[in-house]
């Protein structure tokens, strides 16, 4: 995909879990390498992390890495990160901490774009990530700095869904 970025949130605090969720094992692999490797569908991927360790990983893929200085300003401030490093017209906003997330719901997401309404996640009526983002909101987005996410980019715009399987949407 060479007109999309793909940027990768990979910059929370994991305060639910022991330890950096995202550096943890699961499966053979450690979390973040699910989000990396979906990667590999697109030539743009920017990965937003305050930690070392994922900025690493992320260099290994050949990813471009966006280093958070202030991850206490939350999800948003990541997603404002992003956006503001990314090139390309449209990008997707993903969250590391999906592993059941299918290469298929991303291709989906990308197929629906009809080149002006955001296209989002749902499950169960509920909004959700990923959210691809077209260049038109990316004023938007580089404004956020709190921890609500990329929903309160929609405002009362329309936008176009695509829904999560239970699997899917499954929060590690």
Known sequence: MNNITLIILASGFSRRFVSNKLLYEFHGKKLVEYALEKGKLFSNVIVVTQYEEIKELAYLY???VVMNEHPEY???YSIALGVSHCKTET???MVADMPYLK?????K???LYDGKHIVICEHEGILCNPMLLPHSYFERAKTLCNDKGAKQILGTDSFLMISLSDEEFMDI
């Open 103 to 107: 290469l298929e719901t991303l291709q």
């Open 74 to 76: 939350g999800q948003g």
């Open 91 to 93: 990008c997707i906003l």
């Open 109 to 111: 997401m990308i197929s």
């Open 62 to 64: 050949g990813y471009d």
